[in-house]
Nanobody, 123 residues
Framework: VQLVESGGGLVQPGGSLRVSCLAS???????????MSWHRQPPGKERELVAS????????TYADSVKGRFTISRDNFKNTVYLQMTSMQPEDTAHYYC??????????????WGQGTQVTISS
C-alpha cells in the first residue's frame, strides 16, 4: 500500500495551500473502504490529528485549532484525499501525513501512513 502526499511548501501567513494524498495498492478492500485522515507533526512536538473523513465522505471531523480554516475532502474515483488549508499561521508549520484506516468483519485493523509533506508558514 502506498500513500503519497504532495503539495507541501512555503506559504506566507494568511495564505492558503492544498495538500493531496494519492492512495494505491490496497490489499484489503479499495480506497472507498478506508476512512482517511490528515495528521501533522510540528517541529519538536508529537503528531496530532488534524482532520478525518469517513469512507463515504459524508462525515468529517476537525481539530479545534483548524476548524473553520481547513477542509478535508476525498475523491473516491481518483483515490485521493485532500486538505485545503486557509488563513494559515506559523503554528500550522508541520510535516503533514495522511493515514488510511479500516477494519474487516473480524475486526482486523488495517492502518497505513504516508511519508508526509512539509508545510512551512513564514514571511
Amino acid at each position: 500500500v502506498q500513500l503519497v502526499e504532495s503539495g507541501g511548501g512555503l506559504v506566507q501567513p494568511g495564505g492558503s495551500l492544498r495538500v493531496s494524498c494519492l492512495a494505491s495498492g490496497f490489499t484489503f478492500g479499495t480506497f472507498r473502504t478506508y476512512a482517511m485522515s490528515w495528521h501533522r507533526q510540528p517541529p519538536g512536538k508529537e503528531r496530532e490529528l488534524v482532520a478525518s473523513i469517513s469512507s463515504s465522505g459524508l462525515s468529517t471531523t476537525y481539530a479545534d485549532s483548524v476548524k473553520g480554516r481547513f477542509t478535508i475532502s476525498r475523491d473516491n474515483f481518483k483515490n485521493t484525499v485532500y486538505l485545503q488549508m486557509t488563513s494559515m499561521q506559523p503554528e500550522d508549520t508541520a510535516h503533514y501525513y495522511c493515514k488510511a484506516s479500516a477494519a474487516d468483519e473480524n475486526n482486523r485493523v488495517f492502518v497505513y501512513w504516508g511519508q508526509g509533506t512539509q508545510v512551512t508558514i513564514s514571511s
